[in-house]
């Protein structure tokens, strides 16, 4: 729960800048964000200069989070482009809605209420235009400034950071039959990767770069108490203890975060007060994801994590 001075510093500036780092830290654990002080100071900058955020680390370690977090502590929409391989710039930025066009014609051939010239200048006008994720942030609508997750840019083709530079470095979109499209609320943009591939420089010069380790066993344990509450806090040191000895074993998919979040859930909804080596060799699917790290894992390798997990929640 959040003080009472936290939720009026809250309230103060929704939808502004923070004052400080510290006001920012208080926002994001008001919404159960814990997070170190680089990370803050670095989200504080990108708040202050407006400037975009390159997220990476391995999956699972709350990039996407992040930027669900502030759209939340800034009561603010959150615009999201889930990258993909094959993603184009007709699904990211915009796209002419055919089939309407295609409608409206046939409308007015059958009905004559236009002449066919003025009709033929109608098609391309706003009624007809999708915004994809891109377009919808720099959309004159917003009353403020949106925050812009563009999720896994790394699994995206290259081309398509070409077709991010113009809106990263001047926020401005040109659509040809319309003209160009400029924001008149600079969106909060927050990029990440699981660096599967490299970002190429000229996007990373336009960025703030942060780099998200997998939590020491400290922040993890307070996350999970703060995500988590009704766990038995022996209970939530195991867990812990258990996921960071996880992270020393020579796996195809270490898990993240959001994998011990999901799995104590889970151990919670089986009625485990602690662990011990049957509910673990049961529960290995919740937070591995492959069948070679669950083989490698199950038995002797997770007896011995369990036997740890104990020590280290008893002190």
Not at 77 to 93: F, H, K, M, N, T
Not at 196 to 206: F, V
Request: charged share 30%; with cysteine; proline share 4%.
């Amino acid at each position: 729960m959040s003080t009472v001075s936290e939720q009026r510093a809250i309230q103060q500036h929704a939808g502004r800048d923070f004052a400080s780092v510290d006001e920012l830290e208080r926002a994001l654990r008001s919404e159960k964000y814990v997070t170190e002080r680089g990370l803050a100071t670095t989200l504080y900058l990108t708040l202050r200069l407006r400037k975009p955020l390159l997220l990476e680390g391995e999956a699972g370690v709350g990039k996407t989070e992040i930027a669900k977090t502030l759209a939340a502590i800034l009561e603010t929409p959150l615009i999201r482009l889930q990258c993909y391989e094959g993603l184009d710039a007709s699904s990211a930025i915009y796209e002419w809605d055919y089939p309407r066009q295609m409608l409206y014609l046939r409308t007015i051939e059958a009905t004559g209420g236009q002449d066919v010239e003025q009709a033929r200048r109608n098609l391309f006008g706003e009624e007809f235009l999708l915004k994809r994720p891109l377009l919808q942030a720099i959309d004159i609508a917003h009353d403020r400034s949106p925050v812009l997750l563009i999720d896994e840019v790394d699994r995206a083709d290259q081309e398509l950071e070409a077709f991010l530079l113009e809106l990263l470095s001047d926020f401005q979109v040109t659509v040809p039959e319309l003209g160009t499209i400029r924001a008149e609320h600079v969106p909060i943009v927050i990029l990440t990767s699981n660096r599967t591939r490299e970002i190429h420089d000229a996007l990373k010069r336009r960025c703030l770069y942060y780099w998200i380790d997998f939590p020491t066993f400290e922040k993890e344990f307070r996350i999970l108490a703060a995500k988590v509450p009704e766990a038995p806090e022996r209970l939530a040191r195991e867990i812990c203890g258990f996921t960071q000895g996880l992270r020393e074993v020579d796996l195809f998919k270490p898990p993240g975060m959001a994998e011990t979040l999901d799995w104590a859930q889970a151990l919670l909804a089986l009625g485990t007060r602690e662990l011990h080596d049957t509910v673990v060799d049961e529960t290995l699917g919740v937070i591995l994801k492959y069948q070679e790290d669950v083989d490698r894992v199950r038995g002797d390798v997770a007896a011995r994590l369990v036997a740890r997990a104990a020590r280290v929640a008893a002190g």
